[in-house]
């Protein structure tokens, strides 16, 4: 082989090494990315479920309370209406009456708290679900970069070679 062909293959090798390197540093790159990628979508998961877990658990505990705050009332209204029953002297079929009245309502309270608590619940629970859904997309919007193969790069720099061997052969170079 004289100058020009190895001349012309250096300069075939050093292309394929140089797109070699380039192609090695982007998927680098794109992996660094798809990585960092993943954990922010992990921790955005890991924070938006616990906000949710509390905030669920703070609307339990507050219908907890409200329910108890609706059953005194009640019994404290309750209380009431038989001591007022008990001044005027009443009794009998009117004190029961009352009394029904006024624990049917406390009882329907409680339970409409119960109610809304439950619905708040499932709510919450949907909520969970789209930000899981959410961070599952935005982890799936990334993909690793894929490194080139050494192997093909070998290939195309012993292509080169043969190529200018063909040219020589055909005349093509002198």
Known sequence: MCTIELAMLSVAAASTVASFVQAQQQADAQTDMHNI????????????????????????EAAGMEMVDRQMQGLRQASSAQAQIGETGLGGFSMSALMNQVMNETSQNVVRTGVNRDWSAAQIGREKEG??????????????????????????????????????KLGKIA
């Open 37 to 60: 990628n993943q954990k922010t979508a992990l921790e955005n998961y890991q924070q938006q479920t616990y906000d949710a877990g509390a905030r669920q658990l703070q609307e339990n």
């Open 131 to 168: 930000i899981r859904s959410t961070s599952v997309g935005q982890m799936n919007s990334t993909t690793p970069g894929v490194r080139p193969s050494a192997l093909a790069a070998g290939l195309q720099i012993a292509e080169s070679g043969l190529n200018i061997y063909s040219q020589k």
